[in-house]
């Protein structure tokens, strides 16, 4: 009896080895097919993992990335936005559950970024709020994120066009909360941004495109710099390759 028992036992703790050694190496799959930006791909796994275990924190946050990250190209933008108001959801539940996820914070700046795109004014200002509060808790939990980052540079670049007039007349009929956005916060976000990820050239391109916005003495020098560290810097995406081909363009431009 005791050596049935002990083989029920080692059986018991086989299966649940190799129950549980799929969805790690799922995950692993996941996070691979990401880095080499197969984004659908990689939903298609993440989403089969999430139905397995919706209330695992990391499912979430992965369909969550992966709902957002993605433009859909050809797709109509009801659809889109269906899409992202998932996402939007996904990284809500997963906040519930673990308050302290830099990661989740990001994704739901991200995802709150998708859904403003075409967006009401009213909603746009309310996301705007929203996205900075949440970039900034990711940087808080984790100074290193590149992405929180660049969203917080596009984030200060947008408000920054606004002149105190127009600041004035937003905060008296959506109230305060888009207070301090400059160019120079912009530079540094999107500068601190390249710093942690110099093989992104997204980085580069908004840094350029952020000296010619602000269009100061210099400016245009500046940008043509940071026009030309995009373009050296090697693809690794389609996404990539069209940012290095509007550097490119603005290069000629610049001369």
């Known amino acids: 009896m005791k050596l049935y028992f002990l083989l029920a036992l080692i059986l018991m703790f086989t299966r649940s080895v190799s129950g549980n050694e799929e969805p790690v190496i799922s995950l692993k799959k996941v996070i691979e097919l990401r ?4 984004y659908e791909q990689a939903l298609v796994i ?5 139905r397995s275990d919706s209330g695992n924190v990391q499912y979430l946050n992965q369909v969550a990335f992966l709902m957002a990250i993605q433009s859909y190209p050809g797709q109509p933008e009801t659809t889109k936005q269906l899409k992202y108001e998932k996402s939007k959801y996904l990284v809500e539940k997963s906040l519930q559950r673990n308050r302290q996820d830099a990661d989740a914070y990001y994704n739901l700046a991200l995802a709150l970024g998708r859904i403003s795109e075409n967006a009401s004014v009213k909603i746009k200002i309310a996301n ?4 900075r509060v949440s970039a900034e808790k990711a940087l808080q939990i984790n100074p290193k994120m590149a992405g929180p980052h660049h969203i917080m540079g596009r984030w200060h670049r947008e408000i920054a066009v606004f002149n105190a007039f127009e600041m004035a007349m937003i905060s008296t009929f959506f109230g305060k909360g888009l207070e301090g956005g400059t160019y120079e916060d912009a530079l540094k976000h999107f500068k ?3 710093e942690l990820e110099p093989l992104n050239p997204t980085h580069c391109f908004e840094m350029a495109n952020t000296y010619l916005e602000r269009d100061e003495t210099g400016d245009e020098k500046n940008a043509k710099v940071w026009f030309q560290k995009t373009v050296e810097i090697t693809p690794r995406s389609d996404d990539e390759k069209l940012v290095q081909k509007n ?3 603005n290069v000629g431009k610049l001369k």
Do not use: E, G
Not at 35 to 38: I, T, V
Not at 46 to 50: E, K, R, V
């Open 247 to 249: 550097a490119l363009f």
């Open 128 to 131: 705007a709020k929203a996205i």
């Open 46 to 50: 993440a989403s089969t993992l999430l």
């Open 35 to 38: 880095a080499q930006f197969k």
């Open 192 to 194: 601190k941004a390249h």
